[in-house]
């Protein structure tokens, strides 16, 4: 299982533009496996995406939305990606503004179809 | 909720950490159980049980590093059903300080353990330099957690 979660964080991670890519235990908060570049805070970008998507979730819930697959939060300095892999864990991906968003969301969709099986 | 506070100094580190971490009760103390503030307690009886089983329990787990060789753990961490239990100490300029946090299914342990690191660079910048004690003495030790409490609670 360790080796097919490492796999997807490196076909996410050759992605042009990708700062990192990890997998999170929804629940926790807490980062399950990572491929991050120098500097990038992974506890931080952890914790923090798994608070992001509750939040996101409870939102779409309440609007009716239904079940929330992927979360795209676009900033000035980047983008986070999030696509949920229910029912334990999250895929999250860090990225500058180069990154391919189509590209990078198919990786991260597959791999959490995959992890989902 | 109330914060409530022995020491002033580490009040606005505490209300921040309860602000930014979303726990629902944090208890900073002594490594003897002494409570130097409080989050979330409504009763002083449940204080004084969750600061000594909270010492307690850094105790034990203290000793059993020691068995296996380990200086100290870094943190405890308790999955309940409903609640989690984030307990950890840290060295500060007033002696080692431990910080017992509860919190439920609105936040998690990733956000506690990222807001925590927070706290405990806090409480260090904070913390004046500990005094030099007097030994503590039976007769003297009732009155101290006495006025510990009706500080914490306002006499209630």
Known sequence: ?117 | MSTTVVERWAEQPLLRYVTESSARLVVVMTPAGQVLAQHGFARAVDLMAASALGAAIMAASGALAEQIGERTFGALFHAGGRHGIHLASCATPRGTLIVLTVFGKETSIGLVELFYEEFAVALRRAAPAEQLREPVLAADFEADLNRSLSTLFHQR
């Open chain 1, 1 to 117: 299982m360790s080796d097919e979660l490492g796999r997807a964080l490196d076909r996410i991670s050759r992605v042009r533009g990708m700062r990192g890519s990890m997998w999170v235990s929804a629940e926790d908060g807490l980062p399950v496996a990572q491929l991050l570049m120098e500097g990038v805070p992974g506890k931080a970008v952890a914790a923090l995406a798994a608070s992001l998507v509750r939040k996101v979730s409870g939102t779409a819930g309440a609007v009716g939305a239904g079940r929330v697959r992927f979360v795209q939060m676009e900033a000035s300095g980047g983008t986070l990606l999030v696509a949920l892999a229910p029912p334990d864990l999250l895929v999250v991906a860090l990225a500058d503004s180069r990154v391919n968003i189509g590209l990078a969301r198919l990786e991260m969709m597959r791999a959490a179809q995959a992890a989902s099986r």
